[in-house]
């Protein structure tokens, strides 16, 4: 996992470009995790994120619910979409 002392200007600009998108997400606050060796990128919106359901979707995407709340995604090759 890079550390943030690795982080380079084209990585500040990847991560500028995505501020938009972010700020218009339902969620207010979100924890990222990629496996770089498994190509999975985790996102949790909430923490501890204890699921009580998860359902594979078609797409590669396990949608982690807690009832009837999203409390997590786990995306399948991720560095591909």
């Known amino acids: 996992m ?3 002392t690795d982080l380079q200007s084209k990585d500040l600009a990847r ?3 995505a ?3 972010l700020l218009h997400f339902p969620a207010r606050q979100l924890w990222i995790n990629y496996d770089h060796g498994a190509d ?3 996102l949790s919106f909430a923490k501890p994120q204890r699921a009580t ?3 594979l ?3 590669g995407i396990i949608v982690h619910r807690r009832g009837k709340k999203i409390v997590g995604l786990t995306i ?3 560095s591909s979409r």
Do not use: N
């Open 57 to 59: 979707r078609d797409d």
């Open 19 to 21: 501020v938009p998108g």
């Open 15 to 17: 991560i500028l470009k």
């Open 40 to 42: 999975v990128l985790y």
């Open 2 to 4: 890079a550390q943030v």
């Open 76 to 78: 399948q090759d991720a």
């Open 53 to 55: 359901d998860s359902e």
